[in-house]
Structure formats: structure tokens, C-alpha cells
């Protein structure tokens, strides 16, 4: 028998998913341990002959096998059940609560980003089609609200508001459930109150105003969380931290914020407290309200992170250019205050703008002595001055506007440059690019003759000495410099040249006869060697040396500009190739160090906000190497995760970085760091990492294992696409539709992404089904689809008939051909015409389920069929 517990000190939501749970595991039974929330023993005491819980006292442990633990994973926190996770019996976990270190490990573990575990709970039972009662849905209903403020809380989800419905839909009563939740206060409870709100003080961290509550002595009543949300909502509090001084010198805060910025479960966490980033309590056993008190302003202080909003970056005196000037004189202004745009005023009132871009248009043709105001744009970009950096980014990139004003009230105080906004503002807010460490000679030519193929090593040598003849340096840089470290072969030539690289590139494609691809814009070539090997060359601008080079001893400030703009400093370091210092390495920001610490991190703080689509490679390379994103490297990235920076970057270039991931080793590894870091809604809010998915990512590759080890020689699969469509999952056909058009996917890979999205429902009841299917049938289903939808549809239906069928298909039907043709039929003296095909699959079909054997079999079957 099973036994459903939650945590002690129950709510509703504790309670609703008891009930919820039984749905789910029939044979089980209840069990609350230590106290409840009075109004949840209120609600119990009326309903205790439809609901039957024990207590501590009425359960026999032993006569349990599995434990079902609800709405918690602390094993601190469910009293008596914990000897039975002690025992190590199976464990089944829903929980709404993100996991954390030291939690219970049980054997299913469902977890859901929501706002109450009810939700969780419900959304698998409405799946089942299982009926709920009306007190059931009632009290689950009741759970929901209670957990997620009547929907008001920022936890709360759609998913959350889904099962609201679902359980209004099954009788749920709205006016029992606000009977419990707006309950009146208590003489008792109201006098807390008061004193609550005499006790509250008010500190500033950071420019947000945050509450303090002390708290001494008290035996405080009833439900201190309906009193404190009372509290917020009276005096208007975005933060709140109550500390409370209990009897046996016990401090327990409790702390709710509804600011995004300030997360309360991670600052409570250093009081090894949890919760919600929204709502989290803490017990500090033996404490001193007072250092308490310090700590906490401390850890605050820390957690906090700076927002940057419009008024913060503006410039406060606006230059503008009269609506009446001539568009000369205004090109001189532009180009003595070095803007590419300002606003034009008439009489002192905003009215437009005017960019060089205009400007020289005009002049072009001739207008020099044109009026701005024929030339200007004429609407403005106005915007508040606490919009918040993320926004006006955003807006700056919709509405192409050349300067955006920054208003208070109805006034115009400022003025925001679209061009250098973003860049100029975070790198003075942040710290300078990372100093050099050391400068150590170390060549790697060893390593290189150990690791590479001699070829490689060879034209490498070429490369180098054709360089040499032209005067210039040249270098290995990016993945094969760092792989080498680890004896990792790394074929990617990426040649930085101090010198032309197209000139060089030239004389390399004549000398190996082997074609070339230039851009001139960027100063690199492509030169595309035998066997496809690609050599990358780029230019890194040619400084002139008094000394002939002898690394390290001589700065090549042209190449370190070039490893500047990397993205990691494992990334940026240099390999000379030229003859003079084969194999020496050049490492200006201390790669080498990161590499022995298997250590991921950034150039300079600005990076990300440089280009965010490194978010995803920081990822990348710390789940392929094994390494350790650090720690201010991290902070950067939640920065620029909370500020939203995706939206500045091409999604061509999002697409790019996910592909890349998905085409790793173990990409659920890299998917589950994307989501520790919150970044996977940034691919589509919808997509989570649930155990749904792990399952899914886990049959997807066993599935794959057997593809290809006994289909592999018929035709490759792309497994990257296949792991893309499961993470498509939860989207439906439109917005995977419009996924694939906001990212520009291949036809070809969009088509197979949305056939397998229509088709997979389908398909997959098809196959499940118990009856004997003709193998013809089977065949005649999956033939129109990619083998990745039909290796996906096996790992999602996670039925051993599916998985066979489509094995059969993949494996036997699919492979059979037949030998009559097309001229066959005509020689019988038929008229080609869609009979022909008819006739062609008749016969494939027919063989297909062994109905025809030899070619004489499918001839006298098609003289049969003609006649
Ligand atoms: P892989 O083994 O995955 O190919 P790699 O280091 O070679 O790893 P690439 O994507 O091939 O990675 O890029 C080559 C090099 O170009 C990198 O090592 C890095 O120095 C640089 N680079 C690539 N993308 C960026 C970026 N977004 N920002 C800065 N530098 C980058
Ligand atoms: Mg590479």
C-alpha cells in the first residue's frame, strides 16, 4: 500500500494535493504530520467522513511499500514519513518547489514550474480523464487560490489557470472557497497586525525600499502569511522580511517580494530557508535577532540586482536642431556633437527627427540648402524615464528611431542615443576588460605533432612559411589552440593573419589548387582544401614592428585585438605558425589557467551584453568539457538573462547557437543548465525541461542507438532535429509554425518538424492499437514521413507495440522492392496513367506482406489485376 504525506505545518495546497494524489494511487492512505494551518484543520473537521487522514499516531509505518510525497522534498520537513525515506523504500515526489542540494532523491520526481503542487496533480488527472467529486474539486480549488493569491501571485501560470477552469468545470464552489480565503481577521490576529505595521521600517538597498520587521517575543496567532499579505497589501510594501523572535531563542523570517529583482528564496536560502522567488520563510535555530538582522541587510544588499532604466542613461541636455534650418547646417551640428541623429524643435517644442542617414541623402542630390524640416521624420519616440533598460532596447530596435526622448510626466527631460546606447552604458557600469597574467613561453609543437595528423601539421608549416615570404604573422586560434591542451583533435583551421588574409588566402588556393571563397568586407577567405577541410583566414589589422617579431617578448596588439572580441578566454588564445616560432603560444588573458581549472570565462564584463547568443556557448563548452562557468561570469549572465538581451540578437544566430547544442554528445545536459539558468524561454516561453522531456530525450536516444546500429548504412538521421522537435513539444502547430519562420529553418527541416507535429497524434493511436495491423497498412502510414518523425513517434508513444511496428517498418517493409516496372505494364500493353502507380503500390503492398514472393508472383498478380 501507498502512503501520501506533505509537509508539516499543511495549507490547502499541502491538502488539495493529498487528496489529488489519492486519485492518483487508489490504494493508499493519508497521512498529516504534526500541526495544520487553523483553517485547514477547520476545513478537515468538516469534512473528515468524506476525507480520512491519519495522524502520526493512527499510521503503522511498516504497512507501507511506497511513499508519495507532496508539495516538499525536505526530509526535514515531513515528520514521521522520514523514516520510511531513511528505509529507502520506493518514493514518488510532486513538487511545485524548484529543487535544490540536500533534497530528497526519490524515484520519480515531477516537477513543474507552477504556481501550486495541486496544479501539477490535476493537470495528470484531467490527462487520465479520472472524475473528481465536488468537494474534491472544491478543496483542490480552494489549494490553487490559496497557493497562488487568487492568481494574482507572479508564480502564477497559464497552466495554473488551466486547471481553475478544469476544476470549475467538475463543480468546483467558488463561494466555499472564498468563505476560507477572505476570511475576516480575528480580534487576535488584527491587533498583530497593528502591531506589524507600527513595527514596519523602511530601508532603501539599492534604490528599492525594502520592509524590516522585528519582531520580539511574540506568540503570534492564526495564520501569519494572510496577515502579512494583509500588511502588503494596507501599506502598499513591494519587499517585505518579518523576523520573529520566538521563545527559544529561535528566529524565523519570513519574507515576500513582488519585485522580479528581488528573489527572496535565494536570499533566504543563505539562511537555509527556501521557497518561492516571490515568498520564502527561513528558521535560524539559536540565533540573535540582531546579527540575524545584519546578515540579512548584507545578503539583501548582495542579491539585488541593478536595474538600469531610462533616466539612469539618457543624456539631460537635449541638442536639438531648428525645424527651420537649412540641412547643411545641420549636417555640421551632427557632425560637431558626433551623433548620427537629434531632435528637431519648433519653438522649443520636439517635432521630429533628423538623421545623418536623411541628411546626406539630401545632400547628395543636391538639397544642401533644403529646409531639415521637409527631411526630418516627423514622429517622435517618447518614453517614461523608469522604462527599464530591457525595454527601451527593445524599443529602440522596433522603432527605428534615431534618438528616443525620455520624458517625466508630460516634460522631456532627456535624451537617449540610439547608436551607443547599450554598449557605452553597461561597459562603465561594469569592470574593464580582465588583466593579462602571465607571460611564460610555452610552445606547443609537441603537443601539436602528438595530437594532429602530420598533413595538418604540414600545411599548417605551409601556411606559416607563406606567410614568412609576405612579412607577415600568422596564428592558429579558437578551438584547436584549446583542444590541444586536452589532446582533443580539433580540425577547425581558424587562421588569424597580421597581414591581408585575402591576399595570403590567394596564393594558399593557388598553391594547394584548391578553391577559394573571399569576403572582402570582413578581410577574411575561405580556402576549401581536399577531403572538404575548410582553412578560415581573417585579417587582424598589420602594425608596424621596429623590431622583427620574436614572440612572446614583442606586443602584437593587432592580434590581441582580434582575441579581444572571443568570447571565453579558453577561446582567445593564439598558436604561432610563422617558421621563426612554430608552435609558440600566445595567451594574453590567462586561457591556460582557465583551461587547468576547467574554468569558463568571459573577456570583459560587457560580453554578453557585446553578443548574447554566448550565453548559450558558455553552456555549451561547460557541458561538453565538463567545466564550471564561473561564478562572475554566471552573474553576468543572469544580467543579461533578466535584461532580456536576447531580443537584440538576429534569431538566425539564437538558431545557430541551439543547433549547436543540440548536436553535442549529451545535449539534456546542456538543456539542463539552460534551464538552471533561466535561458530556455528565450527559444519560446512554452518550452520547460520536465521529466516529461528527460523521458522523451532519454527513448529518443535509445531509439537512435538501435537506428544506428542496424539501419545506420540506409540513410543518416538527424538526430539534433529529432531532439529540436521534442523540445517543440509542448508548442502547439501555429507556434511551432511560427517558430520555425521566426528562426528560418531549412524547407527542409521545417517540413519535417510540422508533419511530425500534425501527424504524430494520429499516427501513434494508429499503431498502438491491439489489433493485427497489415504490414501493408504499416507501411503504407510512415512512408510519407521523415525516418526522424517516425523515430520520434516510437519514442513518444513509449509502447512496445509502437516501437516494434516502427522497427519492422524502418527495418523490413521500407527496404522491400519490386521488380516490375513501369515498362513491365507497358509491354502488357497498359497506357501509362495514374493506373500505374495504382497497380505499382497493389504489388509493393502485396509483397510487403508476403503475399508475393518471386518476380513471377507480382507478374501473374498484375496480369490478374488487368484483367
Ligand atoms: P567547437 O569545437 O564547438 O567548434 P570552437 O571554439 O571552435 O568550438 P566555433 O564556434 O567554431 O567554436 O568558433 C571558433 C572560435 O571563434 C571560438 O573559439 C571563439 O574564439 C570565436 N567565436 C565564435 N563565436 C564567437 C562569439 N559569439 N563571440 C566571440 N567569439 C566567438
Ligand atoms: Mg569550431
Known amino acids: 500500500m501507498d502512503l501520501i504525506t506533505t509537509h508539516i505545518n499543511a495549507d490547502f495546497d499541502a491538502l488539495g494535493s493529498l487528496v489529488a494524489a489519492k486519485k492518483l494511487y487508489p490504494d493508499s492512505r493519508l497521512l498529516l504530520s504534526g500541526s495544520q494551518e487553523k483553517a485547514v484543520r477547520e476545513f478537515l473537521g468538516l469534512a473528515k467522513d468524506e476525507i480520512s487522514v491519519l495522524s502520526e499516531k493512527e499510521c503503522r509505518l511498516e504497512d507501507y511499500n511506497r511513499l508519495i510525497l507532496l508539495d516538499t522534498r525536505h526530509r526535514s520537513r515531513i515528520g514521521l514519513a522520514a523514516a520510511l525515506v531513511d528505509k529507502g523504500i520506493e518514493t514518488h515526489i510532486y513538487d511545485h518547489h524548484p529543487r535544490m542540494k540536500g533534497d530528497i532523491v526519490a524515484d520519480k520526481d515531477v516537477y ?21 467529486s465536488y468537494l474534491e474539486a472544491t478543496l483542490m480549488l480552494l489549494g490553487i487560490y490559496e497557493e497562488t493569491g487568487s492568481l494574482t501571485y507572479r508564480t502564477t501560470t497559464k497552466l495554473d489557470v488551466d486547471m481553475v477552469s478544469f476544476l470549475l468545470s467538475h463543480g468546483a464552489n467558488l463561494s466555499v472557497v472564498s468563505s476560507y480565503l477572505n476570511r475576516e481577521l480575528s480580534e487576535a490576529e488584527l491587533s498583530l497586525l497593528t502591531r506589524l505595521i507600527n513595527a514596519t521600517e523602511r530601508v532603501t538597498v539599492k534604490s528599492v525600499s525594502i520592509a524590516v520587521i522585528e519582531l520580539e517575543g511574540e506568540n503570534y496567532v492564526g495564520e501569519l502569511g494572510l496577515i502579512i499579505s494583509k500588511l ?44 518561492h522567488a516571490s515568498a520564502a520563510a527561513a528558521k535560524i535555530h539559536d540565533g540573535d535577532i540582531g546579527s540575524v538582522r545584519d546578515k540579512l541587510l548584507k545578503v539583501i544588499k548582495s542579491n539585488i540586482k541593478v536595474r538600469v532604466r531610462a533616466g539612469d542613461m ?48 539630401a545632400m547628395k542630390r543636391g538639397f544642401g540648402h533644403s529646409r531639415v524640416k521637409g527631411y526630418m521624420f516627423p514622429v517622435v519616440t517618447r518614453i517614461s524615464r523608469d522604462t527599464p533598460l530591457g525595454v527601451v532596447q527593445k524599443i529602440a530596435l522596433e522603432k527605428d528611431a534615431g534618438v528616443i526622448i525620455v520624458t517625466r510626466g508630460k516634460k522631456d527631460i532627456g535624451v537617449i542615443n540610439r547608436s551607443d546606447i547599450f554598449r557605452s552604458l553597461y561597459r562603465g557600469m561594469f569592470a574593464g576588460p580582465r588583466a593579462i597574467k602571465k607571460k611564460v613561453v610555452v610552445n606547443m609543437s609537441g603537443k601539436m605533432r602528438s595530437v594532429l595528423p602530420k598533413d595538418i601539421i604540414e600545411l599548417l608549416k605551409n601556411i606559416g612559411s607563406l606567410a614568412d615570404g609576405m612579412g607577415y604573422s600568422a596564428f592558429v586560434v579558437g578551438g584547436l ?104 603560444l600566445v595567451d594574453f588573458f590567462g586561457g591556460e589557467v582557465d583551461l587547468a581549472a576547467g574554468r569558463i570565462a568571459v573577456m570583459h564584463d560587457g560580453s554578453f551584453i557585446d553578443d548574447p547568443t554566448r550565453i548559450f556557448r558558455a553552456v555549451r563548452f561547460e557541458q561538453r568539457l565538463g567545466f564550471t562557468i564561473d561564478a562572475h561570469t554566471e552573474e553576468l549572465i543572469q544580467c543579461a538573462v533578466d535584461e532580456e538581451m536576447f531580443y537584440k540578437v538576429e534569431p538566425q544566430r539564437i ?55 542496424t539501419c545506420l548504412a540506409r540513410r543518416s538521421i538527424d538526430k539534433w532535429l529529432m531532439y529540436l522537435m521534442a523540445l517543440f513539444e509542448r508548442l502547439s502547430c501555429k507556434q511551432a509554425q511560427e517558430l520555425c519562420g521566426r528562426y528560418v529553418f531549412r524547407r527542409g527541416e521545417s517540413l519535417r518538424i510540422l508533419s511530425y507535429k500534425k501527424c504524430a497524434g494520429r499516427i501513434i493511436k494508429v499503431l498502438r492499437s491491439e489489433k ?78 508476403g503475399l508475393l514472393k518471386t518476380k513471377k508472383d507480382e507478374f501473374d498478380y498484375v496480369r490478374r489485376f488487368i484483367s
Open 112 to 132: 513543474e514550474q507552477v504556481g501550486a503542487t495541486i496544479t501539477i496533480l490535476a493537470d495528470i488527472i484531467k490527462k487520465k480523464r479520472i472524475k473528481l
Open 232 to 275: 502588503q497589501n494596507v501599506e502598499n510594501i513591494p519587499v517585505l522580511f518579518v523576523l520573529i523572535k520566538t521563545k527559544n531563542r529561535r528566529v524565523d523570517i519570513i519574507a515576500r517580494s513582488s519585485l522580479p529583482s528581488v528573489n527572496v528564496n535565494k536570499i533566504l536560502s543563505h539562511f537555509d530557508g527556501g521557497g
Open 314 to 361: 539618457m543624456s539631460d541636455d537635449i541638442n536639438t536642431i531648428g525645424i527651420n534650418e537649412r540641412i547643411d547646417a545641420a549636417k555640421k551640428m551632427l557632425l560637431d556633437a558626433k551623433v548620427s541623429a537629434m531632435p528637431v524643435a519648433d519653438k522649443g517644442k520636439i517635432e521630429g527627427v533628423i538623421t545623418m542617414r536623411d541628411v546626406n541623402k
Open 481 to 584: 589552440a584549446r583542444d590541444l591542451f586536452m589532446d582533443v583533435k580539433n580540425l577547425d583551421l581558424d587562421i588569424v593573419i597580421e597581414g591581408n588574409a585575402i591576399e595570403l588566402g590567394r596564393l594558399l588556393s593557388k598553391k594547394l589548387r584548391s578553391a577559394l571563397v573571399v569576403h572582402k568586407r570582413f578581410g577574411t577567405a575561405t580556402v576549401i582544401a581536399k577531403d572538404h577541410l575548410k582553412i578560415d583566414l581573417a585579417t587582424a589589422r598589420r602594425e608596424v614592428y621596429e623590431k622583427p617579431a620574436a614572440l612572446p617578448t614583442v606586443e602584437f596588439s593587432s592580434l590581441k585585438d582580434d582575441l579581444i572580441r572571443r568570447d571565453f578566454t579558453i577561446n582567445a588564445m593564439a598558436i604561432s605558425i610563422n617558421k621563426a616560432n612554430f608552435g609558440q
Open 655 to 709: 538558431r545557430d547557437e541551439i543547433v549547436l547544442i543540440l548536436k553535442e554528445n549529451e545535449p539534456l545536459k546542456a538543456l539542463r543548465r539552460m534551464a538552471e539558468l533561466h535561458e530556455l524561454r528565450f527559444i519560446h516561453p512554452k518550452i520547460r525541461l520536465d521529466g516529461e522531456l528527460v523521458r522523451f530525450y532519454n527513448s529518443i536516444e535509445k531509439i537512435c542507438r538501435w537506428y544506428e546500429e
Open 772 to 849: 493485427p495491423l497489415k504490414p501493408s497498412r504499416i507501411y503504407a502510414l510512415l512512408e510519407k514521413f521523415s525516418y526522424e518523425a517516425i523515430l520520434l513517434v516510437a519514442a513518444k508513444a513509449g509502447s512496445a507495440v509502437v516501437a516494434r511496428r516502427v522497427k519492422d517498418f524502418l527495418s523490413e517493409y521500407n527496404q522491400v522492392r519490386i521488380s516490375v516496372k513501369g515498362d513491365d505494364l507497358k509491354a502488357l500493353g497498359l497506357k501509362p496513367g495514374p493506373r500505374f502507380g495504382k497497380i505499382l503500390d497493389s504489388v509493393l503492398h502485396r509483397k510487403i506482406d
